[in-house]
């Protein structure tokens, strides 16, 4: 059972519409999480991180964390065609020394 | 996050030929940084981590005779491809910084490896 896991999608949404990204992470005491976007051919860089329960948002981003059911979100509102990537959630582990990355989810914002 | 280099970003190569991957920390005294793979529609995977005056700790099924690891100074660590083969054509990435802390860890733009 992997870690960390995503749906692969892709997920299509028209732009100017909400996109929801879900992950779910098996490790229960995991306290960190990172959502990273990355374009096709490039490395990826961070959007968000969330620590507590609850919402956290940056701008068009909201990130989503639920310990509970291990379960952590991205809503991107208003979405661009330049959302258009794949996002990628990542726990980070106890020791607070490595990053275990989902498989990505592919998001494609429609004009 | 912290600012990294990757070079070369672009190798071809033809199979058996070693490939030599540099990776700067330009902002930060790196103790650790790490390498990772990814596949073409796959995610990230964790090869090894790679630390400052010491060996390298390799995650599980990396070979690390294959993989040679050096990290002689606080802003440069150098993955070796040996004896590279078509199967080990793939995007490196690599990475320094802790993750977590503020400012987090920061990616470096990769090296895109293609063994003919």
């Known amino acids: 059972q992997k870690e960390v896991e995503q749906n692969s999608g892709p997920l299509s949404v028209p732009e100017g519409a909400i996109a929801s990204l879900n992950c779910t992470y098996s490790?229960?005491?995991?306290?960190?999480f990172f959502w990273y976007r990355q374009y096709s051919g490039k490395s990826p860089e961070l959007i968000m991180s969330?620590?507590?329960?609850g919402d956290k948002e940056d701008g068009r981003f909201t990130a989503q964390l639920n310990k509970a059911s291990q379960y952590v979100s991205l809503l991107i509102r208003d979405s661009q065609p330049s959302d258009s990537a794949t996002y990628l959630c990542?726990?980070?582990?106890?020791?607070?020394?490595?990053?275990?990355f989902g498989g990505g989810t592919r998001l494609m914002v429609k004009p | 996050g912290a600012v990294v280099s990757q070079h070369p970003s672009w190798v071809i190569c033809k199979s058996g030929t070693s490939v030599k991957i540099e990776c700067r920390s330009l902002?930060?005294?790196?103790?650790?940084m790490f390498w990772y793979r990814q596949f073409p529609k796959q995610s990230l995977m964790l090869m090894a981590t790679?630390?400052?005056?010491?060996?390298?700790?390799?995650e599980q099924g990396v070979e690390k005779d294959k993989f040679l690891i050096n990290h002689a100074s606080l802003t440069l660590s150098t993955l070796t491809v040996t004896s590279a083969h078509p199967e080990d054509s793939s995007f490196y990435i690599c990475?320094?910084?802790?993750?977590?802390?503020?400012?987090?860890?920061?990616f470096g733009p990769g090296t895109r490896l293609l063994v003919l």
């Open positions: 990475s320094a910084g802790t993750p977590g802390l503020a400012g987090g860890e920061g």
């Open positions: 490790d229960r005491v995991s306290q960190s």
């Open positions: 969330i620590y507590s329960n």
């Open positions: 990542a726990a980070l582990n106890n020791a607070g020394n490595m990053l275990t």
């Open positions: 902002d930060f005294q790196a103790t650790t």
């Open positions: 790679s630390n400052e005056g010491s060996k390298a700790t390799y």
